[in-house]
């Protein structure tokens, strides 16, 4: 899957498809997010990804040691 993820390219990509495992995969590779993370943002401010872009980089990043656990 990691080579489709690297073709990829949504249809609209002003909007996340939160339905579509591929199109998942691509957002969070491009977001630099875990799938948790996109959907809680996806939850919050809609499938616009300019207000998910936002959103997420307003949160606080994960300290080092806990991306281990």
């Given at each position: 899957m990691k080579d489709q993820v690297a073709a990829f390219h949504p249809l609209d990509p002003g909007r996340i498809e939160i339905v579509d495992p591929l199109e998942s995969a691509w957002w969070c590779r491009e977001?630099?997010?875990?799938?948790?993370?996109?959907?809680?943002?996806?939850?919050?401010?809609?499938?616009?990804?300019?207000?998910?872009?936002?959103?997420?980089?307003?949160?606080?990043k994960p300290e080092a040691g806990r991306l281990r656990q």
């Open positions: 977001l630099h997010c875990s799938e948790q993370q996109l959907r809680q943002a996806v939850e919050q401010v809609g499938v616009h990804v300019a207000a998910v872009r936002e959103w997420l980089e307003s949160r606080p």
